[in-house]
T-cell receptor, first 117, second 110 residues
Framework: GAVVSQHPSRVICKSGTSVKIECRSLDFQATTMFWYRQFPKQSLMLMATSNEGSKATYEQGVEKDKFLINHASLTLSTLTVTSAHPEDSSFYICSASKIRGATDTQYFGPGTRLTVL | GIQVEQSPPDLILQEGANSTLRCNFS?????LQWFHQNPWGQLINLFYIPSGTKQNGRLSATTVATERYSLLYISSSQTTDSGVYFC????????????FGEGTQLTVNP
């Protein structure tokens, strides 16, 4: 149990376009989902936390108008990278937890590799 | 915010060897998880271990919360154990947000 999927697994886009990444919890209801970014040979950095039905909470330094997050249902969160530029190229990973606002195991998706040309 | 340090940063082993990975954290934690990131980027949950000891096959982990460290033991290592091992903690002051260490890159040679 506790499987999280992401789609697409990899995407290549031109500079200036927008890209949407989906994160789904397949066998549980995820009250909270998290979005991370990982650059090559580096650790995961939390970008934002989203609770179902609420606005996302962004980490310091993350532009909320550039990285749009929607968590409209208990099984789906989306991250849209707007007007993507080459510096946005990275590995984007989502995670989900079952309990809102409390300590719980986070389950991670397989990641989406974004390349902006 | 809370600081997480992992050691060693890199580790090379021969198949069959045992190893210990360490995670130090700067404040008390509500949650500590160990992950293995495989070569394709997938993070695999190994342990949810804010305190105490757990074992799962060849892997075991111990967290001594009062001394602010956790250890991950890998016994009889296999080539498939290669990858990056991350420790991540939640300090209880930041909702359920996890802070990751820099990871240990493990290479197991045949």
């Amino acid at each position: 149990g506790a499987v999280v999927s992401q789609h697409p697994s990899r995407v290549i886009c031109k500079s200036g376009t927008s890209v949407k990444i989906e994160c789904r919890s397949l066998d549980f209801q995820a009250t909270t989902m998290f979005w991370y970014r990982q650059f090559p040979k580096q650790s995961l950095m939390l970008m934002a936390t989203s609770n179902e039905g609420s606005k996302a909470t962004y980490e310091q330094g993350v532009e909320k108008d550039k990285f749009l997050i929607n968590h409209a249902s208990l099984t789906l969160s989306t991250l849209t990278v707007t007007s993507a530029h080459p510096e946005d190229s990275s590995f984007y990973i989502c995670s989900a937890s079952k309990i809102r606002g409390a300590t719980d195991t986070q389950y991670f998706g397989p990641g989406t590799r974004l390349t902006v040309l | 915010g809370i600081q997480v340090e992992q050691s060693p940063p890199d580790l090379i082993l021969q198949e069959g060897a045992n190893s210990t990975l360490r995670c130090n954290f700067s404040d008390s934690v509500n949650n500590l998880q160990w992950f293995h990131q495989n070569p394709w980027g997938q993070l695999i949950n190994l342990f949810y271990i804010p305190s105490g000891t757990k074992q799962n096959g060849r892997l075991s982990a111990t967290t001594v919360a009062t001394e602010r460290y956790s250890l991950l033991y890998i016994s009889s290592s296999q080539t498939t154990d290669s990858g990056v091992y991350f420790c991540a903690v939640e300090d209880g002051t930041s909702g359920s947000r996890l802070t990751f260490g820099e990871g240990t890159q493990l290479t197991v040679n045949p």
